[in-house]
């Protein structure tokens, strides 16, 4: 059984920063796209960051320039660092990510982490 476990989230105060990581385990032939999305009380879940297996990134445009995802295959995670943080990125973070098992490709969702920005 394949997941993907997150870690990291927690409270901060506005301009902090927070690191959000997300480790693949389970059996499994790669890991193709990655990405951390999230879910604000009242909103849809929207993407955050994405990055593909030839490391291509794109962001959301509320949070380029504060926010990185990164990756380290050799441990098959996804990183996403947070710095300079608003309020309004408060919300639960999930990591997403496209794995092939055999001949086919599975869509994988991470449990949540809370991220919390309040003085």
């Known amino acids: 059984q394949v997941q993907l476990v997150e870690s990291g989230g927690g409270l901060v105060q506005p301009g902090g920063s927070l690191r959000l990581s997300c480790a693949a385990s389970?059996?499994?032939?790669?890991?193709?796209?990655m990405a951390w999305y999230r879910q604000a009380p009242g909103k849809q879940r929207e993407l955050v960051a994405g990055?593909?297996?030839?490391?291509?990134?794109n962001y959301a445009v509320s949070v380029k320039g504060r926010f990185t995802i990164s990756r380290d295959n050799a441990k098959n995670t996804v990183y996403l660092q947070m710095n300079s943080l608003k309020p309004q990125d408060t919300a639960v973070y999930y990591c997403?990510?496209?794995?092939?098992?055999?001949?086919?490709?599975?869509?994988?969702w991470g449990q949540g982490t809370q991220v919390t920005v309040s003085s």
């Open positions: 997403y990510a496209e794995i092939t098992i055999g001949p086919r490709t599975y869509a994988y």
């Open positions: 389970g059996s499994f032939d790669s890991i193709n796209n």
């Open positions: 990055t593909s297996s030839g490391d291509s990134t």
